[in-house]
């Protein structure tokens, strides 16, 4: 499986995909915002994208979908539940589906709502197993709930199906915020050395040459993996003072999502 990590540069700092066979050529896009960029990479590397999939509907990660479309004939895969956001979806896709780009490659369809309700996430079953995170899971960090989530369901898709992935998957999201999301987790945890090792690691890159994790590191830097830490909940006691002496992890990842909201 050949991954390119496509660094948009602009506002929103978006990472776009190819995931290509190695054998055929075939690639899929994922979340093609720059579809140009995309186009010329997938040429310049001897690709023929013959599918996009969109994470979620949210313009940002189905903006560049018509015009990747015009230049390739793609097919266009998203939740299944998406077609009221997403116009022109060819195939909806529900948690345990298969998408098989060329010979080679499977990428199972996770059903992850929290960042909206129709999100999809991919985990890549290969010997080099990754996921492809989009808003849900970012490095070092959770996707916001604002525009179409909620937060519960966020935890729940934390707690149920990420944490239980293989913790040598690496981790390709849908945005680089990875700086300010580790300044967030040593603020709540300021003797975090793993997360303060990363940052120093990651100020001297920008979003095109970061560094990508894996489900394994994000354990021992990611705060919203890191729910039942004395530290983390000590510090979140200083912001909430009615937090139980003991509480559950739930309580813990929506105080936590409540502060990053604001931080």
């Known amino acids: 499986m050949i991954v390119e990590r496509i660094w948009v540069g602009n506002r929103l700092r978006n990472y776009n995909y190819l995931i290509a066979c190695a054998e055929t050529g075939e690639a899929l896009a994922v979340d093609p915002l720059d579809h140009e960029r995309c186009h010329d990479l997938a040429r310049a590397r001897g690709f023929e994208i013959t599918q996009i999939l969109n994470t979620h509907e949210h313009g940002d990660h189905t903006g560049g979908n018509r015009g990747l479309i015009a230049a390739t004939g793609a097919k266009l895969i998203a939740h299944a539940s998406g077609g009221r956001f997403i116009d ?8 345990g589906d298969v998408i098989r780009v060329g010979r080679t490659i499977e990428l199972e369809c996770l059903d992850t709502p929290g960042h909206t309700l129709c999100h999809v996430c991919l985990l890549a079953h290969a010997p080099e197993p990754a996921l492809f995170s989009g808003d849900t899971l970012f490095n070092a960090g959770a ?115 409540e502060l990053r909201n604001r931080w």
């Open 88 to 95: 022109g979806i060819d195939r909806g896709v529900r948690a």
């Open 143 to 257: 996707g916001n709930c604002h525009n179409g989530g909620h937060p519960e369901l966020l935890f729940e898709t934390f707690t149920q199906q990420l944490h239980r992935l293989d913790e040598n998957a690496k981790l390709y999201p849908g945005h680089d915020y990875l700086a300010t999301n580790l300044g967030f987790t040593l603020d709540r945890e300021p003797q975090n050395a793993a997360a303060a090792a990363l940052l120093a690691e990651v100020r001297e890159h920008d979003g095109a040459t970061a560094p990508v994790t894996t489900l394994g590191q994000e354990k021992a830097i990611n705060t919203f993996f890191r729910l039942r830490e004395p530290s983390v909940i000590d510090r979140l006691r200083e912001s909430f003072g009615d937090l139980p002496a003991e509480p559950d992890d739930k309580a813990v990842f929506l105080r936590l999502r």
